[in-house]
């Protein structure tokens, strides 16, 4: 699974977008971007993953580089419930198994 | 709703107990996961298993067993309990195939703290 990088954390006014940018420059062709949350003193919760295209569910939209070589995941209006950690993963869709949560970014929402 | 539940919240237990954590999940899963989750360490993977009476070790298994006798259910198993095992313990569920298969349903998580 390819590498990828975050940053530690990030702030965000409540009703502003939040974008949480990932780096995963070493990404193979098969593999495709994850994005999960963990709420505080909850399990961690999937948002949203992608291969090449951008991507949007009720939750957020995934936009991924041409390159594939970076992604950014965007709430659109974040809300104070959106404070999470933040992970972004890279893994073939096949692969069963562990996912390799890094350290993430840790997104606070203020009022 | 999709559901992972765990059978307790919080737990306490003392040192050389056998401790059993339990998890259900009502969506059909194939596969079912244990992670333990600790300051600075991120998530660690334990075991999983991909079918009824399957199961693969993980990154951490020492200290460790489980059973998975039905589809819905795959229980944790402490041998006996050491303070090291003080931990967050998360359940996941996921498809056994498809592009599904790396979207984990997580539990809630139960707190152990082992005396």
């Known amino acids: 699974d390819a590498k990828t990088t975050q940053p530690p954390s990030m702030d965000c006014a409540e009703g502003r977008a939040a974008n949480l940018p990932c780096n995963h420059s070493?990404?193979?062709?098969?593999?495709?971007v994850y994005w999960y949350r963990q709420i505080h003193s909850q399990g961690p919760q999937y948002i949203i993953h992608?291969?090449?295209n951008n991507e949007t569910n009720e939750m957020a939209s995934l936009i991924i580089t041409e390159d594939r070589k970076s992604s950014t995941l965007i709430l659109p209006h974040a809300t104070l419930r959106d404070t999470a950690v933040y992970y972004c993963i890279v893994r073939v869709a096949s692969n069963t198994g562990k996912l390799i949560f890094g350290q993430g970014t840790t997104l606070q929402v203020k009022p | 709703d999709v559901k992972v539940t765990q059978s307790s919240r919080y737990l306490v237990k003392r040192t050389g107990e056998k401790v059993f954590l339990e998890c259900v999940q009502d969506m059909d899963h194939e596969n079912m996961f244990w992670y333990r989750q600790d300051p600075g360490l991120g998530l660690r993977l334990i075991y999983f298993s991909y079918d009824v009476k399957m199961k693969e070790k993980g990154d951490i298994p020492e200290g460790y067993s489980v059973s998975r006798e039905k589809k819905e259910r795959f229980s944790l198993i402490l041998e006996s309990a050491s303070t090291n095992q003080t931990s967050m313990y998360l359940c996941?569920?996921?498809?056994?195939?498809?592009?599904?298969?790396?979207?984990?349903?997580f539990g809630p998580g139960t707190r152990l703290t082992v005396l």
């Open positions: 996941a569920s996921s498809l056994g195939s498809g592009l599904a298969v790396n979207e984990q349903f």
């Open positions: 992608g291969l090449k």
């Open positions: 070493t990404i193979s062709g098969n593999e495709y």
